[in-house]
């Protein structure tokens, strides 16, 4: 009885209890070294027992990939390659308007990085993107297979990534593209109707190296081989860039042979402004978005061309910040966007809804699809400058999930 009653017996005597305690609940062994071990073991397994651990149950909860809460704001960034046209820049104008627009003001804080067309800086840019801990990115490539590595990081730390017009390889990006392949096989099939399978081409070709450039010539060479009475006597870059793919085509027009046809990714309206200049005829032209080509097939300014008119859209952007958005927020599933090209030829040309008579030459005229049911419905303010629309709400389309 004194034992009892004594204190240091009666501390003694708890302390075995304890030890028996931990002994009954636990596997672990209980003798030197592990017994501090085993203590912490039979503490997390009272504590889950008693209910305290349910905090950390969430974490085991199965979720969709990248699903956030509801009302999250999410840091998406737009990593650039090329900037040295103004497709680019339209691009990014109506990248940042709809920033300041439902329902991207309240929901997504944006930012923008260019790279000038280095895939190191680029890939560098990135870099500090995923140490940022951003939701997502939506990039434009400076190379298909140059970036993959980096990509592998991000998407592997949870961050999203979403490839638009350049594409990538990387199989954990998701793309949201038209087919490029099919853009440049349709100018093509039109050139052999226009000429009726004969003549002399020209193939005026993008910024070398991206895959934009390299699925558009694949494309066209698809159709070239399959009617040898087409020749193709030159092929340089414009560099998707009106004055430069001027520059480059008065260049190799004295020691050229009659041009039947114009095949041509970019600064469409400056390959014809050359042979204004050089007081050659103007040929079936197969080309981009450029107002100044489009004005032409109206005959605006007293030339006029039978034109073939289509390209990559400026709202690419908007609709791969959209679909990060949704990804991110659980409302939609995390695939591929396939974006339907759109041929316009003369006849198919409206002023004021898809040529612009105020507008410069250089401007890329499909940077809307126009309509609530169209893939993207934004106003020409947005793509001049970057601003707000304050007259239209901004409407982005994305296909039946």
């Known amino acids: 009885?004194?034992?009892?009653?004594?204190?240091?017996?009666?501390?003694?005597?708890?302390?075995?209890?304890?030890?028996?305690?931990?002994?009954?609940?636990?596997?672990?062994?209980?003798?030197?070294?592990?017994?501090?071990?085993?203590?912490?073991?039979?503490?997390?397994?009272?504590?889950?027992?008693?209910?305290?651990?349910?905090?950390?149950?969430?974490?085991?909860?199965?979720?969709?990939?990248?699903?956030?809460?509801?009302?999250?704001?999410?840091?998406?960034?737009?990593?650039?390659?090329?900037?040295?046209?103004?497709?680019?820049?339209?691009?990014?104008?109506?990248?940042?308007?709809?920033?300041?627009?439902?329902?991207?003001?309240?929901?997504?804080?944006?930012?923008?990085?260019?790279?000038?067309?280095?895939?190191?800086?680029?890939?560098?840019?990135?870099?500090?993107?995923?140490?940022?801990?951003?939701?997502?990115?939506?990039?434009?490539?400076?190379?298909?297979?140059?970036?993959?590595?980096?990509?592998?990081?991000?998407?592997?730390?949870?961050?999203?990534?979403?490839?638009?017009?350049?594409?990538?390889?990387?199989?954990?990006?998701?793309?949201?593209?038209?087919s490029q392949y099919d853009l440049g096989k349709g100018w093509a099939e039109w050139i052999v109707k226009q000429i009726n399978g004969k003549g002399n081409v020209i193939m005026v070709t993008g910024v070398a190296g991206t895959e934009v450039d390299l699925d558009r010539n694949k494309g066209a060479d698809s159709v070239w081989a399959q009617n040898p009475g087409i020749k193709v006597v030159n092929r340089f870059t414009g560099m998707w860039d009106s004055s430069t793919a001027e520059r480059n085509t008065a260049a190799v027009l004295p020691s050229l042979p009659k041009i039947d046809a114009i095949w041509c990714q970019g600064g469409t309206d400056g390959v014809l402004k050359a042979f204004i200049s050089a007081n050659r005829p103007l040929p079936p032209t197969a080309g981009e978005a450029e107002n100044g080509f489009r004005k032409m097939m109206l005959g605006i300014g007293g030339h006029t061309v039978t034109g073939?008119?289509?390209?990559?859209?400026?709202?690419?952007?908007l609709m791969a910040l959209e679909l990060a958005r949704?990804?991110?927020?659980?409302?939609?599933?995390?695939?591929?966007?396939?974006?339907?090209?759109?041929?316009?030829?003369?006849?198919?040309?409206?002023?004021?809804?898809?040529?612009?008579?105020?507008?410069?030459?250089?401007?890329?005229?499909?940077?809307?699809?126009?309509?609530?049911t169209s893939p993207v419905d934004i106003c020409a303010q947005a793509a001049i400058d970057g601003s707000a629309c304050t007259d239209q709400k901004l409407i982005i389309n994305l296909p039946a999930a």
């Open 1 to 178: 009885m004194l034992c009892l009653t004594d204190p240091k017996s009666a501390d003694v005597h708890k302390k075995r209890l304890k030890a028996k305690t931990i002994r009954e609940n636990t596997s672990e062994e209980t003798t030197g070294g592990n017994l501090t071990m085993t203590i912490q073991a039979t503490r997390r397994h009272l504590l889950q027992t008693a209910g305290l651990g349910l905090a950390a149950m969430p974490l085991m909860v199965a979720r969709p990939s990248f699903a956030q809460s509801a009302g999250k704001t999410y840091k998406i960034a737009l990593s650039n390659s090329y900037i040295g046209n103004k497709w680019r820049l339209e691009m990014e104008n109506v990248f940042k308007a709809a920033l300041q627009m439902d329902p991207f003001k309240t929901e997504v804080v944006g930012s923008i990085y260019n790279s000038g067309n280095d895939v190191s800086k680029q890939s560098q840019q990135i870099s500090n993107m995923i140490a940022e801990r951003v939701d997502a990115i939506v990039m434009d490539a400076a190379s298909p297979t140059a970036l993959n590595g980096i990509i592998h990081q991000a998407t592997s730390r949870g961050i999203l990534v979403v490839s638009f017009d350049s594409g990538v390889t990387a199989p954990s990006a998701i793309k949201v593209n038209i």
């Open 326 to 372: 949704r990804i991110l927020n659980g409302s939609y599933p995390k695939k591929n966007i396939d974006v339907p090209n759109v041929f316009l030829s003369n006849a198919d040309l409206k002023l004021g809804v898809n040529v612009f008579a105020d507008q410069p030459d250089s401007f890329f005229d499909d940077f809307t699809a126009g309509g609530p």
């Open 308 to 317: 073939y008119s289509a390209g990559s859209p400026p709202y690419l952007s």
